[in-house]
């Protein structure tokens, strides 16, 4: 339990570092910031509590804020998908998946494909909503939607395939 939760802080506490100092200093394009910190939503065990997810989930958007200096989307947007991940996994992986954990999963590629996918769309979706707050700049909006979702994709995928766990 306790080496748990200090899994938890350890992992909690290196993805908002690396979120601050290397990935918020990465543009791609001018405008492109990968949003590397999903990774702790990602990779949160689907046996724990769902309060849990939703508590950290606010609390990691809020720290990723306050290190950034923004206006509270992060918060809002990562409190969103802590909320919508049960029914996302539902979705992705069938009625209830097999492992505690995406890191320990053997499921077919597609399922963790549609998983991070929609998980990092819905969360930029409502990130660049809440930044732009402005209809005129709907298509701005789409645009760096598209764009982060797409970097931070193929992030999140490299990295959950680096830290995979292997089975003999």
Known sequence: MVQD???????????????????DNINLFGFS?????????????????QFTLILLGFLLGLTVDLLQNSSGANAISTLLISFIRPFIIRFSFG?????ISILNMKTRLDKQVVYIFLLTVVHQFILQSLAYFDLVHFILILRNTFMNSILTFILLFAALNLFKKKKA
């Open 95 to 99: 009625v209830s998946p097999d492992n």
């Open 33 to 49: 910031c990968p949003a590397i910190y999903l990774f702790f939503i990602i990779t949160y065990r689907f046996d724990k509590s």
């Open 5 to 23: 939760n200090l899994k938890v802080f350890f992992s909690f506490m290196c993805l908002v570092l690396l979120q601050n100092l290397i990935f």
